[in-house]
């Protein structure tokens, strides 16, 4: 994999887990920022999973082995230790549609149109260049037409993640991702300082505009403004990292191992701290609580992709014996 997309995969697990870091900090204003390592990583999907080769079901169903068995396993562990309850959510919402992890939801409902436009309209025997165009205009104006006749602007909504209308976001974004698969030799290595500097400048506006429309009722009518913001910066994060892939190669063997690692226990990481946090987060002062809390995270996500990989590999060799048998 491009390297700059590792670490785009890494920042993003990275930037999630630091948002869900409620009660963790002397302030909460530090745990923030979820929305933008969604966005990210919705990106970094998009960018891997371009222009698929596969068949849809095989496709999709590569998706869904690479999520559901961690998903499953963690869900299940949870589930006997009192955390979730099948009573409540039931087996369709723990297991199928596991609402209780809206990435998970949200990324398994957007594959499915992803797939169909990535594989027949995004290619060159179709301009999929023009075609991606097409589709950021359809997407945006399917967004804005929404948001004017259906969305609540009374109060802040444009960031809740459990709420369908965040998935045009996160579609966006998968565009994003792809537009920089197409056009990767116009950004990678060409490193410019003014992306840097917009890019700095784009966090603060982001961060303040959200706190504005979220806590001024006379500015409410506008918030969607602050999706739009945080596609620029999605852009501009991009832009920027790809102009320095060249320089992130060359870090220390130990820095891209690390980088490495987190990056393929993203997903673990993600589902594993919904039952962590809450418990250690104020076990003891800050910043121990932060350490131990992350070591725990990062060991429990690392204990979830060791032991579903086995697990994985052990049911397909299964598998495999048994057709030869019957052969």
């Known amino acids: 994999m491009i390297f ?103 990324i398994m409902v957007l594959y499915i149109p992803f797939y169909f436009v990535s594989k027949y309209l995004l290619t060159r025997e179709t301009d999929g260049r023009r075609w991606l165009w097409i589709l950021f205009a359809a997407v945006l104006a399917a967004q804005l037409a929404v948001y004017i006749f259906a969305v609540d602007k ?41 992306n840097w500097i917009v890019l700095v400048c784009l966090l603060p506006v982001y961060f303040v505009s959200k706190i504005a429309f979220s806590k001024y009722a006379a500015l409410s009518n506008f ?28 870090l220390p063997q130990w820095v891209k191992k690390i980088i490495g690692f987190i990056s393929e226990i993203t997903l673990e990481i993600y589902i594993v701290q919904i039952g962590i946090i809450p418990f250690f987060a104020k076990l003891v002062p800050f910043p121990l609580n932060w350490i131990v809390l992350t070591s725990v995270i990062v060991g429990g996500a690392f204990l979830l992709h060791f032991v579903t990989k086995q697990l994985v590999n052990g049911f397909v060799y299964l598998i495999q014996k048994v057709r030869k048998q019957i052969r």
Request: charged fraction near 15%; glycine fraction near 8%.
């Open 223 to 250: 918030q969607i403004l602050n999706q739009y913001i945080l596609l620029l910066l999605l852009w501009f994060v991009f832009r920027c990292f790809a102009g320095i892939d060249g320089r992130l190669e060359h």
């Open 154 to 194: 009374t109060v802040y909504t444009v960031d809740t993640v459990r709420k369908p209308f965040i998935r045009f976001l996160f579609a966006v974004a998968m565009l994003i991702g792809v537009y920089f698969r197409m056009y990767l030799p116009k950004y990678r290595n060409k490193n410019r300082v003014i």
């Open 4 to 106: 700059f997309v590792t670490v785009l995969r890494a920042l993003a697990a990275m930037i999630i887990t630091n948002a869900h870091y409620v009660g963790v900090y002397p302030t909460d204003l530090i745990a923030n920022g979820g929305l933008l390592g969604d966005v990210i990583f919705f990106a970094v999907s998009g960018f891997c999973l371009a222009n698929p080769k596969l068949g849809f079901f095989r496709w999709y169903g590569k998706r869904i082995s690479r999520i559901y068995p961690q998903v499953w396993l963690i869900t299940l562990l949870y589930a006997l230790i009192g955390i979730f309850s099948f009573a409540e959510s039931g087996v369709f919402g723990l297991l199928v549609y596991p609402t209780n992890y809206h990435f998970v939801a949200s």
